[in-house]
């Protein structure tokens, strides 16, 4: 059974940093894409930012510059080190893997940048 699981959300002032982790289990991923989306009340799910098995990286214009996506193939892992947030990032975060076409999602984990 397909399983990821989030976590390093939390509470932080603008300009501060968090750094969110998602660890992927039931399946080897290491050849497909994660990434990682979010979603803030009234609004669609946008993507953030996208990693794929080779470790090429994709961003939202909204983020570039400020956020680092990575992962540990070894581990199943994926990571969103987030620098210089903005109360606009405020969101739930999700991790996502496309699998061969199947996408799979993890319960998500609240990010909130608020003085």
């Known amino acids: 059974q397909v399983q990821l699981v989030e976590s390093g959300g939390g509470l932080v002032q603008p300009g501060g940093s968090l750094r969110l982790s998602c660890a992927a289990s039931?399946?080897?991923?290491?050849?497909?894409?994660m990434g990682w989306y979010r979603q803030a009340p009234g609004k669609q799910r946008e993507l953030v930012a996208l990693i794929t098995g080779g470790g090429s990286t994709n961003y939202a214009d909204s983020v570039k510059g400020r956020f680092t996506i990575s992962r540990d193939n070894a581990k199943n892992m994926v990571y969103l080190q987030m620098n210089s947030l903005k109360p606009e990032d405020t969101a739930v975060y999700y991790c996502?893997?496309?699998?061969?076409?199947?996408?799979?999602w993890g319960q998500g984990t609240q990010v909130t940048v608020s003085s």
């Open positions: 039931g399946r080897d991923f290491r050849s497909n894409p």
């Open positions: 996502n893997v496309d699998r061969w076409g199947t996408k799979y």
